[in-house]
């Protein structure tokens, strides 16, 4: 899953023989392999078709019984995201220059997604009947072999079916976080409201469950993705069943909190929910004015200024709704053209796990000591301390990625142990009337981490930097990669 990021080198590339590979200079010219079914495209689609036409034949239920409150609601959770990912589409595949007609109709049809996966299709079975000529090289650095950079060469059908699994990630989180996750909270709440689950409304909160939670996948696998450009990485199944653990624990808690508070104060969750929206919302913006920066150029060269802002508008918006729900897994720089911090901040992960969980536990309480009379036969006990294990658990599986499973474990800094053994020792050391001696032993020398420069030069401007040799930057003290990182995907 990972995007093809492609550079054009003007030196000349010869022939080399295996025995000079083991040079740590030598550039290694690998011939791109057979093309990889769209899996995610696939997906994407699926899930966009599902949970649309469930949600139209739940409204058609609504109106026969005059629910016109959970038939609004459930339109505009359907319809909103369904608008917002055909102007994506749109957008990305830059369909507006082009003379289309028929992909523009689909699209005002809402089909956008069917068509899109209909052309990612056709190019892949394509691909293999005629030889494609040369586009470009893509360079990506081996963590796994020396850290060699390695370059492949990338078809025209290759580099067209990169672009339409890039377009169906963003929509796919587009997807989960404006459309499947209200959407899920809301039959939910109707559910315990009327008491009893109707098939159609099931059967939609199962898909939506499931939507949310490969959107958050998709948000982990982007960041990991923009955050290392420079390197090749595939995830292991072991970290996909991690995060899949973290982000469904993760989810299923806090969508179950705000459930339950809602049903004991209904209008306050208005006010939570609100709160938090605003919050994240503004957050990047009041950064971005306390660093007093200027607005990123180069997010669309026919935007003007006002285009510009309305895109960021759009992005902040759709960051502040995942963090609402979940851990974003990206801190937002608007003054970057990539928009995303490439530092991975400790800090911010622990400050929000924290937050969320004193949050969820006020929420529950409340719940617990506003319940209606619904809540008679549950044990209400039971069921907050459930939800509160469930959530560690989810912090829990969260901490296992980023120490075990994490593809770019070996470029942190400071990995989870790292941050946790530094706080143990610092309560050790205040407790021990403040004895000075040198730190124990850290597990992260036993083959766990490479220390590099925190912002190395190919990955603050790739473009403009030489490729980066880390085996030029180990010390006596710093330690070797893990044998079982994947190589290229």
Excluded at 229 to 234: A, F, G, L, S
Aim: aromatic share 12%; net charge neutral; with cysteine.
């Amino acid at each position: 899953m990972c995007e093809v990021a492609t550079e054009e080198h003007e030196r000349e590339i010869s022939d080399m023989e295996s025995s000079t590979v083991a040079h740590s200079e030598v550039m290694l010219v690998v011939n791109h392999s057979r093309i990889k079914p769209p899996f995610s495209v696939l997906l994407a689609t699926v899930l966009y078709c599902a949970e649309f036409i469930t949600a139209a034949v739940l409204c058609s239920r609504y109106h026969k019984t005059e629910d016109v409150i959970w038939m609004g609601f459930t339109l505009t959770f359907m319809l909103l995201p369904a608008v917002l990912i055909q102007l994506a589409l749109t957008f990305i595949h830059r369909d507006l220059g082009r003379d289309r007609p028929l992909v523009l109709f689909l699209h005002l049809l809402l089909l956008g997604p069917v068509i899109r996966c209909f052309e990612a299709l056709v190019v892949y079975f394509k691909s293999g009947k005629r030889e494609e000529p040369y586009v470009t090289i893509s360079r990506k650095i081996n963590l796994e072999k020396g850290q060699i950079p390695m370059e492949w060469e990338i078809g025209q059908s290759e580099r067209n079916l990169a672009t339409h699994r890039n377009a169906f990630k963003r929509t796919a989180v587009i997807q989960a976080f404006l459309g499947s996750a209200p959407q899920l909270t809301l039959q939910l709440y109707a559910s315990i409201q009327e008491k009893y689950f109707l098939p159609a409304r099931l059967t939609l909160m199962i898909i939506t469950l499931i939507s949310i939670t490969y959107g958050a996948l998709v948000c982990i696998v982007l960041a990991i993705q923009i955050r290392y450009d420079d390197y090749k990485v595939r995830l292991r199944p072991f970290a996909y069943l991690c995060m899949i653990v973290w982000r469904g624990l993760e989810i299923a808690t806090r969508i179950t909190s705000l459930v339950l508070f809602s049903t004991a104060l209904t209008h306050w969750v208005i006010l939570v929910g609100m709160g938090n929206l605003l919050f994240f919302f503004f957050l990047p913006w009041v950064e971005f004015w306390a660093r007093k920066g200027s607005l990123a150029k180069d997010v669309e060269k026919n935007f003007s200024k006002l285009g510009t802002t309305v895109v960021l508008s759009m992005f902040t918006l759709l960051y502040a709704c995942i963090n609402v729900f979940c851990w974003s897994a990206v801190q937002l720089d608007l003054a970057h053209r990539e928009l995303i911090e490439r530092k991975q901040r400790w800090d911010r992960l622990a400050m929000f796990y924290c937050g969320r969980f004193v949050e969820n536990f006020v929420l529950i309480t409340l719940w617990y000591f506003y319940k209606s009379d619904f809540y008679e036969y549950v044990c209400a006990p039971l069921l907050a301390a459930q939800l509160l294990i469930c959530y560690s658990l989810a912090v829990l599986f969260m901490l296992l990625f980023y120490q075990f499973c994490h593809p770019c474990k070996s470029l942190f800094k400071y990995n989870v142990h790292d941050c946790l053994h530094c706080v143990c020792f610092r309560t050790g050391r205040r407790g021990g009337g403040g004895r000075r001696g040198k730190l124990p032993p850290s597990y992260s020398t036993a083959a766990t981490m490479v220390l590099v420069p925190e912002e190395p030069l190919q990955l603050l401007d790739p473009e403009n930097s030489q490729p980066l040799d880390l085996t030029n930057q180990l010390g006596e003290q710093e330690t070797a990669i893990l044998n079982d990182m994947m190589q290229a995907a």
